[in-house]
Each structure stands twice: as structure tokens, then as C-alpha cells.
């Protein structure tokens, strides 16, 4: 089974960069939604609203409460998710991918790209 969330979840998670470094992903849903087992690599998690959220996995569950505009540290793991909450959640996640030691060092100042 793939447990890449824009696959097992795509009504929730959507791709909006992607490159050989990073992905980043946009997560949207709504009170009361739940999401199916999925996996997410070292991230950086960014929230753009207030949320109530239960996390599963396994036999374990947390639930988390977070305020907007917090950047976070979310570490590789398997979960399941719903919102337990009375409004959306919209994240965005910044999905790490590994770099090897033989990998150039670009020479970059400020963004490689620019959105139009």
C-alpha cells in the first residue's frame, strides 16, 4: 500500500512545489474529517489556521491543539488523523528529502525561482 498522503488522502493533501530537495504539500480540511494511515518524512509543518486534531497510530492517540502561524518540527512517523475540532484545518508541510555527500553545493543568493 502506498502510504504517500496525497495518494491515500488526495481530497486533503495536494502538491504545490516540488523539487529534488523538498516537497511541499498543502493540507485542507473540515470539522469532523477524517484522514486514512499515511506517512510523512522529516518535515517542517507550518499551520495558516487555528486547529483540534487526534492523531493515531496504532493503539496510541494524541490530540493536538494549534494556534496560526507556527512553523514546527515534525519528525518521520505513520499516522492517522481527524478533526476534532469545530473549524478547518490548513497546513502547509515542507517534506525534507535526503541529500547525499556526493550531491554539488548550488550557488544560490535569495530563491531559485521566484512564482510568478
Do not use: C
Not at 54 to 60: D, I, M, P, Q, V
Not at 78 to 104: A, C, W
Request: proline content about 9%.
Amino acid at each position: 500500500m502506498d502510504a504517500d498522503p496525497v495518494a491515500t488522502n488526495p481530497e486533503h493533501y495536494s502538491v504545490v512545489f516540488e523539487n529534488d530537495r523538498v516537497r511541499v504539500l498543502e493540507y485542507i480540511d473540515a470539522a469532523g474529517d477524517t484522514t486514512t494511515p499515511h506517512e510523512h518524512p522529516d518535515s517542517v509543518m507550518i499551520t495558516l489556521s487555528d486547529f483540534r486534531r487526534r492523531l493515531h497510530a496504532g493503539e496510541n492517540h494524541r490530540d493536538v491543539e494549534l494556534a496560526t502561524g507556527l512553523a514546527m518540527w515534525l519528525p518521520a512517523q505513520r499516522h492517522s488523523g481527524e478533526n476534532i475540532g469545530d473549524s478547518p484545518t490548513h497546513v502547509m508541510f515542507v517534506e525534507l528529502k535526503d541529500r547525499t555527500p556526493d550531491d554539488p553545493m548550488p550557488v544560490w543568493l535569495g530563491p531559485a525561482q521566484l512564482a510568478p
